[in-house]
């Protein structure tokens, strides 16, 4: 199965304007962009005939140029990264499926893809799939703490009984009764932002109009689900550190932390 890896890009982020050119040092102290850190942890991925940035932007595709990845050029009109790889398919050589790897998720672990690329080759049914892993207790109650500061902690989902999404939000979903944070392990699952698509499904995507739930939501996964596009929900295991994004200039620190404790030069 021929599987592309896309990583959208794009410079005007409204929560922090340049992100992908922000300098993150690593393991040795050697910074380097994230639009490269981000690029290198796709490339840790096995089964994937290519890697890609998808971007409007000179000045990313002249750092990507910079260190060797290779840039598909896209239209400043694309409102999220979906609409990005999809315009990008007209430049790629027949994908069986395309991999959009979130450009500011540079600590997701290459087996969450690799999940979704068996996921696909084994259901050639399955035209949309996305990793979710169970949160530990004291992760939903910080993600409690964030919603009563009125911040925004994460994504969670909630499925049915064969695997695909029902929902998704910004807001804690399922609502947690008494006693159901007294396990080590919550009954939430965080969504991880990683989503493998068939070429057909992001054709379906764009000739659908956007929906009022992704814009209240702010998820573009929403438009699959109000479009009556199952969107395969696929767990994977619980990683022992924190999955942070860069989303605003105080994340730098802990995600280069991070990447000091996981020996990432």
Not at 170 to 191: N, Q
Not at 222 to 238: K, M, S, Y
Request: proline fraction near 7%; charge should be negative; hydrophobic fraction near 45%.
């Amino acid at each position: 199965m021929n599987s592309v890896i896309l990583i959208p890009a794009r410079y005007q982020s409204s929560r922090y304007p340049g992100k992908p050119l922000v300098e993150l040092k690593g393991a040795d102290g050697a910074p380097k962009t994230l639009i490269q850190r981000s690029v290198e942890a796709a490339r840790r991925v096995a089964g994937v005939s290519g890697v890609f940035v998808v971007t409007d932007d000179d000045r990313i595709a002249d750092a990507c140029a910079a260190f060797g990845v290779g840039v598909i050029m896209t239209s400043p009109e694309c409102r999220n990264g979906t609409e990005r790889c999809a315009e990008a398919l007209a430049q790629l050589h027949d994908p069986d499926v395309v991999i959009n790897f979130q450009g500011d998720a540079l600590l997701t672990p290459p087996g969450f893809v690799e999940a979704l690329i068996a996921r696909m080759d084994e259901d050639r049914d399955a035209l949309v799939a996305t990793p979710a892993m169970r949160l530990r207790s004291d992760e939903v109650r910080a993600l409690q703490a964030e919603e009563a500061a009125g911040r925004v902690g994460g994504t969670t989902v909630v499925t049915d009984n064969g695997g695909d999404g029902l929902y998704f939000s910004k807001r804690l979903i399922p609502h947690l009764p008494a006693g159901a944070l007294d396990g080590e392990m919550s009954p939430v699952r965080l969504h991880v932002g990683v989503y493998a698509y068939r070429p057909q499904a992001l054709d379906r995507y764009v000739a659908t109009p956007v929906s009022e739930l992704e814009t209240l939501e702010g998820l573009e996964q929403l438009r699959f689900l109000a479009a009556g596009i199952p969107v395969a929900v696929v767990d994977v295991a619980t990683p022992p550190f924190a999955l942070r994004e860069l989303n605003n200039p105080e994340d730098v620190a802990p995600i280069e932390q991070a990447l000091a404790e996981a020996g990432l030069e």
